[in-house]
C-alpha cells in the first residue's frame, strides 16, 4: 500500500489514441486522477467509465487531469475505445501485474469459461499532487461500490479552496 503522501510509482503506458501516457509528465493544476479498471469483461467499469466522461469537464475545470488505466491487452483495451463511452477520457492500457501491485491493486484470474483475462487487476482510484506525491487513494477487492464522482467532486472543491492537507500519512 502506498502511503499517503509519499511518491506513487511510475505509470508509463501506451494510449488507445496511439501516443505515450507518462504520470510523470502529467502538470494539472491540483492532481491527477488515475483511474484503474478491471478491463474490457468489465460492464460496472463501463458503466463508471461513462460517468467519467460525463464529468470530465468539472473535474478539468477544478484543475484535475483524469486518467483510465487496465491490464487490458492492446486489442481489448481498443474494444473499449471504441464501443464503450468514454468520451475524451484518455485510456492507458498494458499495464503489468507488477505495477499493478506496485499500486496496492488487489489481483485477480480469470473464472472458467469468463471473458476475463488469465489475471486482472481490481478497480482502484489515486488523486496525485503534480509533485507526484500521493494524495487520495481508494483500491477494492471487487468491481461493485465505486466512489460517487459527485460526492468526489464535492470534496475535490472543499479541499482545493481551503488547502486541505493529506490524510493518513501516519501510517
Known sequence: MIKPGSEVP?????????????????????????VF????????????????SE?????????INVVAVSMDDKDRA???DEEWETGDVPLAYGMSEDTAREWGLYISEKRPDSDEPD????PGLFL??????LYFANVQN???????????????DFVIDKDY???????
Request: glycine share 8%.
Open 10 to 34: 511510475s505509470l508509463d503506458l501506451p494510449l488507445t489514441i496511439g501516443a505515450q501516457y507518462d504520470l510523470a509528465k502529467q502538470n494539472p493544476d491540483h492532481f491527477t486522477a488515475v
Open 142 to 156: 471487487a468491481p461493485f461500490t465505486r466512489p460517487p464522482l459527485d460526492e468526489l467532486l464535492q470534496g475535490l
Open 37 to 52: 479498471y478491471r478491463g474490457k469483461h468489465c460492464p460496472i467499469c463501463k458503466g463508471y467509465l461513462k460517468q467519467w
Open 55 to 63: 464529468k470530465l469537464d468539472d473535474f478539468t475545470r477544478l484543475g
Open 78 to 80: 481498443m474494444v473499449v
Open 119 to 122: 489475471i486482472f487487476s481490481e
Open 165 to 171: 492537507p493529506t490524510r493518513g500519512t501516519l501510517n
Open 128 to 133: 496525485v499532487r503534480p509533485d507526484g506525491t
